[in-house]
């Protein structure tokens, strides 16, 4: 049975990317940082398959002892802080856990199959994933971004992660390990933390029509994202690492929408119009924007056969759809 071990386990993609190994038979190995980690008990309980081992992204001892101990097949690095308004508030931490976790894990990898004596794999045979990102691309340098469009990004986060894709490639280059980057554009679900603009909306929408919140502030109205459906894009994390070689790809649908627009789907949903209640105030604006994102998939779609399959329309309806039940249930459970 293949082995996979996941950071990042807690968050919208561990969960996803999780259910779709489990399906295909893996075991699966979630790392879980501190003792006390309020997420723990959620895990045990919504993935009661998936293993937990203690490590941190921070401490470089314990991510060899993980690999020692659980000898994965494919290592899917999601751990990140990966709030990019965050990031401004915590740009070290951003650049510590974001940036050079990427190069601990890398590391752990590549020393944990050198150590003498040790029943490891080579370091050839342990796969390893880095979640990175569009927002690598930032101020975009052409329209839409591909593999080999420059990054220039517009946030500590963004820095971090353009650190933690090439020194992704770096590792690749320099020790042989067999080690993906897949620049993933932003991908939603019902497990979107509420921090992230189209989670907020949708909550905002459910709440509203439920009628315990009267308005929705948001900041900036007019960027564009190309958002995709989680779901699909853990798809194609699982399919690069099947690849004879490694190599970097960019998951995106190819379609940009404006955050106004994602508004105006999830109040049409709730038979509300979004004018009436969501407004614009600077506390939510960022010191640096980006602006435009769109991707260009063909790379994918051609050597992975990968594409999404969920649409923009669809995934807020199904997001407004699940944040309506949560609200009524917890409703329910206050009165
Ligand atoms: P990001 O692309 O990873 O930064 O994902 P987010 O969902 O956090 O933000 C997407 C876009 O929505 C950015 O351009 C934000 O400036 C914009 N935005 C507008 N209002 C809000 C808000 O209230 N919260 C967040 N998170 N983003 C907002």
Redesign the pocket.
């Known amino acids: 049975m293949p082995r996979a071990l996941i950071t990042g386990i807690t968050g919208q993609d561990g969960h996803y990317l999780s259910e779709h190994l489990l399906k295909q038979g893996y075991e699966v190995y979630g790392l879980i940082r501190g003792q006390a980690n309020p997420k723990r008990p959620i895990l045990e309980r919504t993935l009661p398959d998936v293993h937990i081992v203690d490590g941190d992204l921070l401490d470089q001892a314990s991510l060899m002892n993980v690999i020692q101990k659980v000898q994965p097949d494919e290592v899917y690095n999601l751990a990140a802080i990966?709030?990019?308004?965050l990031s401004w508030n915590q740009p070290e931490l951003t650049g510590e856990i974001t940036g050079l976790g990427a190069l601990r894990v890398l590391e752990a990898i590549r020393l944990t199959a050198g150590a003498s004596g040790s029943r490891s794999k080579s370091a050839a045979g342990i796969k390893f994933y880095q979640a990175s990102?569009?927002?690598m691309f930032g101020k975009v340098r052409e329209t839409p971004q591909n593999e080999n469009t420059p990054f220039h990004p517009r946030?500590p986060?963004g820095v971090a992660k353009a650190y933690a894709h090439y020194i992704t490639v770096n590792y690749r280059e320099s020790y042989n390990i067999f080690a993906c980057s897949g620049i993933l554009f932003?991908h939603?679900s019902p497990h979107?933390g509420p921090?992230?603009?189209?989670?907020?909306?949708t909550l905002g929408a459910a709440r509203i029509k439920l009628g315990v919140q009267k308005e929705l502030?948001?900041?900036?109205?007019e960027?564009?994202?190309d958002w995709g459906y989680a779901g699909d894009y853990v798809r194609a994390m699982h399919m690069m690492m099947q690849l004879p070689e490694p190599d970097d790809f960019v998951i995106g649908t190819g379609e940009t929408h404006q955050?106004k627009e994602c508004a105006q789907v999830a109040f049409e949903r709730v038979g509300l119009n979004w004018e009436d209640y969501v407004r614009?105030d600077a506390q939510?604006?960022?010191p640096a924007?980006?602006?435009l994102?769109i991707a260009d998939p063909a790379k994918a779609n051609a050597k992975l056969g990968w594409k999404p399959e969920v649409s923009f329309k669809q995934l807020i309806e199904m997001m407004v759809d699940s944040d309506l039940a949560v609200e009524a249930r917890a409703q329910a459970a206050s009165a």
């Open positions: 990966s709030f990019v308004m990102s569009s927002e946030s986060y932003n939603e979107r921090e992230f603009v189209t989670r907020k909306i502030v948001l900041g900036a109205l960027p564009r994202r955050i614009s939510f604006m960022r924007e980006v602006d994102l």
